[in-house]
């Protein structure tokens, strides 16, 4: 075995490492770059900070010293370049959470301040290197301290082992005395104890204005472990303490009067407009019990009592009190004390805003004809005035400098009506729901009156029904997915504009799309005016093709399999597939419409669906329309629906998707296309799919199926199409899924569970539930919207190419997104990087499992669960096989 090998680390960052017996042969010298490679046993990263400092051990002091340090010119500190300056690693900044507040912490710096460098230096100047600290060195203390008012270091390391160099005491008490070493961390080295030497106190290291003592240890790990405590202990601390600066800014020039007490009612805080108001000093009031202060005799005798019982259960108290000044004159304020928890989850301060009411002559806010009002009903029911709805309590900020003489009446005519709103009876439901929850608050035991607190919060909010997605460990698919299906997809540039198109351009077509002629000729896709007057006359059902025919016996079996029908029609699945399911359930005689007529009108509504769409096209449509048919034929559906809502369906499933051009509703509000302008960027392909396909049936009599509906026979169709069109919109998706579970799902399974025995309870649905105009809508839309969305459910090989196609329209709208400069809204879905097998998994994760979880309980569908399940298997097998394309199971 030879001498310990020798590590060197050129000026470009390449590391070389040389065994020192064998110094002479060029070929023993192994070169790290970039990659990794074994030297000696050792695997090392080039590219892992984190590694470099084990592997260097080998190095000698001297040569680590003189090779990672540079003189700083006209001083007597030594700049020290840590690692991190000369490989690719990059410091960045850390938000660190204080309250509501979000900060932004940049990289830590720490000087160490050595008399004599040694192997305890070189350990903290390793450990700053891994951790990725800045760091500096001084040896002496006027070069630490000019340091340190320079660069203002969040850790200085002194050391104290050799007193002969400088006093370390003197030195911490020297920072101390500066304004940014008030809140620096400041550690101090301390010589190892021999073991028979008794262990000192810490007292004087602390009482000179160290945080804490670091016994003698040059090992880079415990320095590194050292720094780290330090970064999340005592620099974190001081960090959120020096933003409270912006904080007691805030509340220094705040109009309000603010005091702060502790839970023992002790005053702590107060600001300047308090002092004005009242017309104490602060130096008065602070560490006096709010009992000492004098009394207004206006209050009525328990209401004093009425605010403590509130606020020491943690609720919130607003109203009407009277406080007597240091002058001895009463005055009424409008008071909000709100309770804050502290350590342990008990009350430690309360906190109360105060507003004067009073005369136009003071200038300040004035109750006019309402303040009488609020004081007799203050003075003869306190109760009255008790937690106003408990909503949480605002500080209002507003510059002492903006003095209008309008502010107070302004002011005031706001506070009277917010009185009138709460002493409103609203009939909305959910202010039913948070009144009965504020009456159950009243006598509940404060850990149920919190959990009320939180109940009330989730209720005041705008989206109760869609989950919130964490921001730390988002799945980027998922993200995408939501952000581009689910939002109306209006995103910031650079410049904080939005993009619009001042000519509102519609989507062009990237390819003329074709349509076949039922006479077999290949045409040019006609415009809306051409297809009416060149239709040619559809064949009757009984004179398909034997292909066509043959295919179509297999319709009401779930594995029917769509794109085999696509090819024998030459690509009009929708005309043949319809004409044999409206047959069926019998729509032209519910119409009272000639087959003729409701087969020019699907050759109507198929025409103007995209061919040259991937997905979104007629084919999408006539599998939508297969499901439909599939779903209203299971026995609790059709139990649960009438002959309206049945037909409703049918024909909504048809045209929920005519016109699209294949495009989000994202990528058209982003463009500022005509239809986003149209439709306010609000369902707007939803909403152009439906007016549409109203406007192509009225259009010519030939193709009007509705032409002899009665007036309101036709209004409540009408109105059935459009709800079910609307709800395939995805904004809206997990409010009609936790509709559907809270109104459908829960009730039956509770009347199951009753009549367990009951032999008419398998698989029929209550009369409850079919005379529910509400519940029926939501069977609607459920039903629409699984059939929308059944890819995943289907067998594995439609599942497939249905995958393949969306990720292809998807692929389409990125290129054009990035060829138009136009937001991404999906940039998973990048044709050169995508993973098909991740953005399904993630799509069945966020979307489908638990939809058709539902919709399976409510319809018993074991098939659809089943390929469900096996589906998903195959895309985390590809998933884990990292394969971005596509392939059939049985080449895995």
């Known amino acids: 075995m030879g001498c310990a090998p020798s590590i060197h680390v050129s000026q470009s960052g390449v590391i070389y490492c040389r065994d020192s017996d064998e110094s002479n042969s060029p070929h023993q010298t192994t070169t790290i770059s970039q990659g990794t490679t074994t030297v000696h046993g050792f695997f090392i990263k080039t590219d892992a900070a984190e590694s470099l400092p084990s592997v260097l051990a080998y190095q000698s002091r001297a040569t680590r010293t003189s090779s990672r340090r540079e003189k700083k010119e006209n001083s007597n500190c030594i700049e020290a370049e840590t690692q991190t300056s000369h490989t690719s690693v990059k410091v960045t900044s850390t938000e660190v959470r204080f309250g509501p507040m979000r900060l932004i912490q940049d990289p830590f710096q720490v000087l160490l301040v050595f008399g004599k460098e040694d192997r305890q230096s070189d350990g903290f100047w390793w450990a700053c290197d891994k951790a990725g600290y800045k760091c500096n060195i001084a040896p002496t203390p006027e070069s630490a301290l000019e340091h340190f008012l320079e660069k203002h270091h969040e850790i200085i390391i002194i050391d104290n082992r050799y007193t002969k160099y400088f006093d370390a005491e003197a030195l911490c008490r020297s920072i101390r005395a500066t304004i940014p070493g008030e809140s620096t961390v400041i550690l101090v080295v301390v010589p190892q104890m021999c073991n028979d030497q008794e262990e000192t106190s810490v007292l004087p290291i602390l009482n000179a204005g160290f945080n804490r003592r670091y016994i003698e240890n040059s090992n880079i790990t415990a320095c590194y472990n050292e720094l780290i405590q330090l970064e999340h202990g005592e620099v974190r601390s001081q960090f959120k303490l020096r933003a409270c600066s912006s904080i007691f800014a805030a509340l220094e020039h705040c109009q309000e009067a603010i005091e702060i007490t502790s839970e023992d009612h002790i005053i702590q805080y107060v600001n300047p407009a308090f002092e004005h108001m009242m017309g104490y000093q602060r130096g008065e009031l602070i560490g006096k019990e709010l009992t000492e202060l004098p009394k207004s005799d206006k209050n009525k005798v328990d209401l004093l009592d009425t605010i403590n019982t509130c606020i020491k259960k943690g609720k919130e108290w607003q109203g009407i009190y009277y406080a007597r000044r240091k002058a001895g004159d009463n005055i009424q304020q409008n008071v909000t004390v709100t309770p804050v928890i502290g350590q342990g989850g008990k009350i430690k301060h309360f906190v109360s805003i105060k507003k004067l009411c009073s005369d136009n002559n003071k200038q300040i806010y004035n ?316 369902a707007v392909l939803e909403s152009h799919h439906a007016a549409l396909a109203f406007q192509l049936t009225a259009g010519d009599n030939k193709s009007n199926i509705f032409k002899n509906l009665e007036r309101n026979q036709f209004r409540t169709l009408r109105q059935a199409i459009i709800d079910m069109v609307l709800a395939t919109e995805m904004t809206k998706h997990f409010e009609h899924v936790n509709k559907f579970v809270n109104s459908i799902n829960k009730p039956l399974t509770s009347l199951e569970e009753t009549s367990l025995k009951s032999e008419s309870s398998d698989g029929e649905c209550p009369s409850s539930i079919k005379s529910a105009m509400e519940n029926r809508l939501l069977i609607k839309r459920m039903l629409i919207k699984c059939a929308d969305i059944a890819n995943p459910c289907r067998s594995i090989n439609l599942c497939i190419e249905w995958a393949g196609r969306i990720s292809e329209e998807y692929f389409a709208q990125t290129d054009e997104e990035k060829s138009q400069g136009l937001p991404v809204v999906m940039p998973v879905f990048d044709r050169n990087t995508c993973s098909i097998p991740k953005s399904q998994i993630s799509f069945i994760d966020y979307f489908i499992n638990d939809m058709f979880d539902a919709w399976d309980a409510f319809a018993n569908l074991p098939n659809l669960i089943h390929h469900l399940a096996e589906n998903y298997k195959y895309w985390k097998a590809l998933d884990e096989s990292n394969y971005k394309g596509l392939r059939l199971p049985s080449d895995l």
């Open 367 to 682: 109750v006019q004809s309402d303040e009488k009002y609020t004081e007799e009903n203050s003075q003869s029911d306190p109760q009255s005035l008790r937690h106003k709805d408990r909503r949480k309590g605002s500080i209002d900020v507003r510059s002492i400098t903006s003095k209008r003489s309008d502010a107070g009446s302004s002011h005031n005519r706001r506070h009277s009506s917010m009185a009138r709103i709460h002493s409103m009876t609203i009939e909305a439901p959910i202010t039913k729901v948070i009144n009965i929850i504020n009456t159950a608050q009243e006598n509940s035991p404060v850990t149920v009156a919190e959990a009320l607190d939180r109940v009330l919060e989730i209720l005041r909010t705008t989206e109760l029904y869609s989950p919130q997605l964490g921001t730390k460990d988002d799945d980027p698919h998922t993200s995408n997915l939501v952000g581009g299906l689910m939002t109306d997809g209006l995103k910031r540039l650079s410049g904080n504009e939005y993009i619009f198109s001042k000519t509102c351009r519609q989507i062009e077509k990237t390819e003329t799309p074709l349509w076949t002629s039922l006479d077999g000729q290949i045409e040019e896709e006609p415009n809306l005016q051409q297809s009416r007057s060149h239709l040619t006359i559809p064949v009757v059902l009984g004179d398909m093709p034997p292909q066509v025919s043959e295919l179509l016996a297999d319709e009401e079996n779930w594995d029917f399999n769509i794109f085999e029908l696509e090819a024998v029609t030459n690509k009009r699945p929708l005309l043949y597939l319809g004409l044999k399911i409206f047959t069926q359930f019998g729509m032209c005689e519910f119409l009272n419409c000639s087959e003729m007529t409701l087969r020019s009108w699907l050759q109507v509504i198929e025409t103007n669906y995209h061919a040259s769409n991937s997905y979104h096209n007629s084919t999408h449509a006539a599998d939508v329309l297969h499901a439909t048919a599939y779903f209203l034929r299971k026995d609790r559906v059709k139990a649960s629906l009438d002959e309206m809502d049945e037909f409703a369906a049918l024909i909504a499933a048809t045209v929920h998707d005519v016109d699209h051009p294949g495009r989000t509703n994202s990528f058209l509000c982003n463009a500022g296309s005509e239809l986003a302008v149209l439709y306010n960027d609000t």
